[in-house]
């Protein structure tokens, strides 16, 4: 079956740490995202990245790295600079020819502070 | 103000009723409307997505869309206990990659 998959489904970060969350999709979408969801608000917007070797920012990319090695790989790295990083991020991708009105979702991972 | 107000309930109805979910925005600029659904801990799953205004059914599921008021809503027929989740409504401008903006989400809970 097609989807993203993303790992672990919960994290701990001790201080000073950098901690990489995992997001790969066999659905052959170019465009991958990263949201993170904190109880009570909306999704906001890490990182995207449209092709291969190729992100931009988001809204809130501070403290947050990514890279796009591969079509199916989007991980994002949560460095020590991300002073409230407990939340529970989700990478999504898009289909070839459309955007962000239909995103299809991981499963998500809880990351929490030691 | 912010770009698009959701209440958050919680909203708790008996199963098989009728449940009305809403969301308002305030830029005219959205072109595109979402209705995402999220079980706890779990990744939204698109439920309806509209561009323009007026209604579109999927099933058990209706969204509506008035721009003239900037109010989107999904009503859910016959409700059903696996209907509990969070409702996230969305908006979209600027194009396809651009803005999408999310509201915080209702947590729906039908009851058997």
């Known amino acids: 079956d097609g989807g993203i998959t993303q790992s672990p489904k919960y994290l701990f970060r001790k201080e000073g740490q950098n901690v990489t969350l995992s997001c790969e999709q066999n659905l052959n979408h170019d465009a991958m995202y990263w949201y993170r969801q904190d109880p009570g608000q909306g999704l906001r917007l890490i990182y995207y990245?449209?092709?291969?070797?190729?992100?931009q920012k988001g809204d809130i990319a501070e403290g947050y790295s990514v890279s796009r090695e591969k079509k199916e790989s989007f991980p994002l790295t949560v460095t020590s600079a991300q002073k409230n990083p407990t939340a529970f991020y989700l990478c999504?991708?898009?289909?070839?020819?459309?955007?962000?009105?239909?995103?299809?979702f991981g499963s998500g991972t809880q990351l929490s502070v030691l | 103000q912010k770009e698009v107000e959701q209440d958050p309930g919680p909203l708790s109805v008996p199963e098989g009723a009728i449940v009305s979910l809403n969301c308002t925005y305030s830029?005219?600029?959205?072109?595109?409307f979402m209705w995402y659904r999220q079980y706890s801990r779990k990744g939204p799953e698109l439920l309806m997505y509209t561009y323009s205004s007026g209604n579109k059914e999927d099933g058990r599921f209706t969204a509506q869309v008035d721009k003239s008021s900037k109010y989107i809503s999904l009503f859910i027929r016959d409700s059903q206990p696996s209907d509990s989740a969070t409702y996230l409504c969305a908006t979209l401008y600027g194009g396809s990659q651009g803005n999408l903006i999310f509201g915080k989400g209702t947590k729906l809970s039908v009851k058997p």
């Open positions: 990245s449209q092709i291969v070797n190729d992100f």
């Open positions: 830029n005219s600029a959205f072109q595109y």
């Open positions: 999504a991708s898009s289909r070839p020819g459309q955007g962000r009105e239909k995103l299809f």
